[in-house]
């Protein structure tokens, strides 16, 4: 008999192992209904989805989101203004509840600075940085207290999409400093924006470069391959780390195309079909972020990235809690991005802006 697979010891108090063979059951119990039940109670609930865009301006980062959720959910014109959006100078985030087939889902965008736009980079990254660390901070404030919301709001970043310019060489230093920082505080989706300037042959090659460039720099992406669970898991996760970073473009409007409606962008040879895989891969990314994927970047940010924040923020506070109040913690060591200014305002459809 192997050594290695022995049974428990019944006098053993060691939990059973989970090679045990399950009980025999005389009859229906019923166990099965309590998928029934976390549907029931989760769809009542809602769900909640925080995605950052970071990248510069003019590479389709609002167009992207709106064909992602195929609904206007980021405006092409601030409500007050008129005219051509401007370069976003302030982190702006937006509100909306989206509901399909009685499932709601509370999204939250965020749209970064113009990241690179300026001539002087220098620690052009702080802003973002300090504003997801924000987001822990509130959490960690709101969970730490003495008596504690039966739901705490969750605002914390879980997916930051990256969009790299379509340059066809590699990423440039300021994408890989940027990158290094990013990936240690949030789940990053690298993709290459506007992938209809180049032709298949020059992306392929892009994405190979790319991909050499994050591996040479210790740069882990998501999906992270330490983070799989189980066969199916490697199996999956392994395709999607092989075609990353996408190759995406982004449209929110309809064209017709053989007797048919389809997101594009027209030009003088023909439409750019989003959702066709032999123009654009932008289904890879849609399904990574919602169909397949969702519950695992906010699983990952509540037990990894949140957790390595709790971690640290606690280890450094010196102070005791005084009173039932908040637990006064050390203030934010200076060596991480402070808090991003953050103004939040209602908008005439019920929804949420943030600048």
Request: glycine content about 6%.
């Amino acid at each position: 008999m192997d050594p290695l697979r022995r049974s428990p010891s019944p006098s053993s108090s060691e939990p059973s192992s989970p090679r045990s063979p399950p009980c025999e059951m005389l009859g229906y119990v019923g166990i099965e209904a309590v998928l029934d039940q976390l549907k029931i109670k989760a769809m009542k609930m809602g769900f909640e989805f925080n995605i950052m865009m970071v990248g510069q301006s003019g590479l389709g980062k609002s167009t992207m989101v709106n064909t992602l959720f195929k609904s206007k959910v980021w405006k092409s014109t601030p409500p007050g203004l008129v005219g051509p959006m401007p370069q976003t100078l302030q982190l702006h985030s937006v509100t909306h509840v989206i509901e399909e087939n009685g499932v709601k889902l509370k999204l939250t965008l965020t749209d970064t600075p113009g990241f690179g736009d300026q001539i002087n980079n220098d620690k052009c990254w702080d802003p973002i940085l300090g504003y997801i660390n924000e987001q822990y901070e509130r959490y960690l404030q709101e969970e730490i207290l003495i008596t504690r919301k039966r739901h705490i709001p969750d605002t914390r970043v879980h997916c930051c999409v990256y969009f790299v310019p379509p340059t066809g060489h590699c990423l440039r230093p300021l994408d890989i400093e940027f990158l290094r920082r990013l990936c240690q505080t949030v789940n990053v989706v690298p993709v290459i924006a506007r992938a209809d300037s180049l032709t298949i042959e020059e992306r392929e090659t892009f994405r190979r470069k790319i991909q050499h460039n994050l591996k040479m720099n210790c740069i882990d992406v998501y999906p992270q391959q330490c983070f799989d669970e189980d066969i199916n898991d490697r199996i999956l996760n392994s395709k999607i780390r092989e075609r990353i970073p996408f190759a995406v473009v982004g449209a929110d409007r309809e064209h017709l195309v053989n007797g048919k409606c389809v997101l594009g962008r027209k030009t003088k040879w023909g439409v750019i079909e989003v959702e066709n895989m032999a123009h654009c891969e932008f289904p890879l990314l849609r399904d990574l972020l919602i169909r397949s994927h969702l519950q695992d970047l906010k699983d990952i940010t509540h037990n990894v990235h949140y957790e390595n924040y709790r971690v640290c923020r606690l280890n450094d506070s010196h102070v005791l809690p005084r009173g039932p109040g908040w637990v006064n913690l050390a203030p934010t060591p200076p060596s991480s991005p402070g808090p991003s200014k953050v103004c939040r305002r209602q908008t005439h459809d019920n929804t949420t802006e943030e600048h």
